[in-house]
């Protein structure tokens, strides 16, 4: 494994241990097995650290997207790519939990960092948007867009945070997959 991954695998365990206030380069470095300089010559201290997370996330987020060629989406696709970003919530949960607000409270997002999430968005957009009628508008697709979003962001937020839940075997993915197949449903009948 490479210095940069050893570094970015360190500041993920460490975020979810302890949320942004967990990573300081010295913390990221202890637990890389690296120096603090060998930070500094890969990133520009904790900063560019969690621009890379965001950025890393936001990649992620948009690949597991990418199951729709040009053109029209089938339900199926669609449920296909909400799949793919359940799939990152749940296996990257350091990236999905710093790219939707818990990161640091002194971290902006670079220039870089927040064309990576417009990029994802795009790509929902254009995901979702495809599966509305040729003569869609681009707020719809954008409506549609953000509907389908709050839908699985809602259930992998929840799966982070369960505490009501005791005892109880839910299929997060499952539960959301279904709400995003009524709405596409309703979609198809209005």
Known sequence: MDARTKILNAASELFLEGGGEALSVRAISKRAGLSTIGIYSHFQGKQGILDALYIE???????????????????????????????????????YRL???????????????????????????????????????????????LDIWAIVHGYVSISHHVVFADGLELDWKTMALRVVEVQLDAIKSS
Do not use: W
């Not at 607000?101 to 990576?116: L, N, R």
């Not at 495809?130 to 697709?141: K, N, Q, V």
């Open 57 to 95: 996330g936001f990649n992620l987020v948009r690949e597991a997207m990418d199951v729709i060629p040009e053109g029209k989406a089938n339900k199926e696709q669609v449920l296909e790519a909400c799949l793919g970003y359940l799939n990152v919530g749940e296996k990257y949960e350091a990236h």
């Open 99 to 145: 790219i939707f607000g818990e990161s640091d409270a002194g971290y902006q997002p670079s220039i870089e960092a927040i064309a990576a999430r417009d990029s994802a968005f795009a790509k929902l957009v254009r995901v979702a948007g495809s599966y509305l009628p040729d003569g869609a508008t681009i707020e719809e697709r954008r409506q549609i867009a």
